[in-house]
Nanobody
Framework: QVQLVESGGGLVQAGGSLRLSCAAS?????????IGWYRQAPGKQRELVGV?????STNYADSVKGRFTISRAQNTLYLQMNNLKPEDTAVYYC???????????????WGQGTQVTVSS
């Protein structure tokens, strides 16, 4: 069983900061190969914000580099967002690529999403 629960969204003025959290609950037979954040603005496709891999690397979309930071503490993933811009307004989703220990194939799991609104 895999469950992802996000929290921390809200309304903030441009230039402000928010921190999102994603609490991951994963059954003992599963491994998380990668966990990260995506976002979807109205009328747009869902896009990658950043991802943390099991190998320890973290990659970011060019649009958030230098402003957003992903960190992980045990089974909770954080997204620290600084210097927010109106174009960061979107629903933010936590995503985990999960596999059973004895398989190489992964399955995508998604949280319910949390709204981030940045006013100008």
């Amino acid at each position: 069983q895999v469950q992802l629960v996000e929290s921390g969204g809200g309304l903030v003025q441009a230039g402000g900061s928010l921190r999102l959290s994603c609490a991951a609950s994963v059954g003992s037979i599963f491994s998380i190969d990668a966990i990260g954040w995506y976002r979807q603005a109205p009328g747009k496709q869902r896009e990658l914000v950043g991802v943390h891999t099991s190998g320890g690397s973290t990659n970011y979309a060019d649009s958030v580099k230098g402003r957003f930071t992903i960190s992980r503490a045990q089974n909770t993933l954080y997204l620290q967002m600084n210097n927010l811009k109106p174009e960061d307004t979107a629903v933010y989703y936590c995503n985990a690529k999960v596999r059973v220990h004895w398989d190489v194939r992964t399955t995508d799991y998604w949280g319910q999403g949390t709204q981030v609104t940045v006013s100008s």
